[in-house]
């Protein structure tokens, strides 16, 4: 059974920083493209970055997403963060194709305000 685990979500200052970690069980990780979503209250849960087992990412907002192949675990950098950056945050793994699946993380909160 795949787990994705989100940590790293808190409460910071608008122009702050956070770091947000997904760490994937099972074997699927690497295989993967990994994506990190928002949803924002009464707004539809968004891509923010996604990242191809082969590296290849794709940016919608200003983020930074990496990956680890060796630990499991994917990222997201988030510098300026501006109030209207709060939101629930999803790690997602895909696999688009003939064995497609989909997995999703809980959630971390991020909060941006003074």
């Known amino acids: 059974q795949v787990q994705l685990v989100e940590s790293g979500g808190g409460l910071v200052q608008p122009g702050g920083s956070l770091r947000l970690s997904c760490v994937a069980s099972?074997?699927?990780?690497?295989?993967?493209?990994m994506g990190w979503y928002r949803q924002a209250p009464g707004k539809q849960r968004e891509l923010v970055a996604a990242?191809?087992?082969g590296g290849s990412i794709n940016y919608v907002d200003s983020f930074t997403i990496s990956r680890d192949n060796a630990k499991n675990t994917v990222y997201l950098q988030m510098n300026s963060l501006k109030p209207e950056d709060t939101a629930v945050y999803y790690c997602?793994?895909?696999?688009?194709?003939?064995?497609?699946?989909?997995?999703w993380g809980q959630g971390t909160q991020v909060t941006v305000s003074s």
């Open positions: 990242i191809t087992s």
């Open positions: 099972g074997s699927i990780f690497s295989s993967s493209t």
């Open positions: 997602n793994a895909r696999l688009n194709g003939k064995y497609a699946y989909e997995y």
